[in-house]
């Protein structure tokens, strides 16, 4: 299994340099979309929210493959940043987005999570298809 790992930071993705995983230096929000013909087992997104384009991350996601996100919901503002509601998801949001790119959902949490620190998340567990899911 190939791993690829992507951020805009140069220094962010040399910092992977010694692992076996495919790095790609990109903007996501900015630049051209890097993953034009690409499908992945699995997709995972942390702590990052790019409304523009969250439906063609999901839309990465191939055929008995899952999509997992986790990150910051509104009312995180009262626990410090993220606090722009543009970087907060609304409720139910993911669920939304898993519909529309036709994942089913397996599991979905919205609440306030104390480690690493205090927060409110949001987390789904989404597969293309009927295929149970192996990882690992």
Known sequence: MIVTAI??????VDQL???????????????P???PDR????????NYLFRPRIALLAALVSPGGAFVVETFALGNERF?????????LRDGELLAVCGAAGLRVVAYEHGETSTPKPAVVQRVFAVRGSAHVALG
């Open 80 to 88: 410090g940043r993220p606090s722009n509601p543009d970087f907060l």
């Open 33 to 35: 979309w890097p993953f």
């Open 39 to 46: 499908r992945f087992h699995a997709v995972v997104c942390t």
């Open 17 to 31: 340099s010694d692992l076996p995983v495919e790095r790609i230096v990109a903007d996501l929000e900015r630049g």
């Open 7 to 12: 951020d805009r930071d140069q220094q962010a």
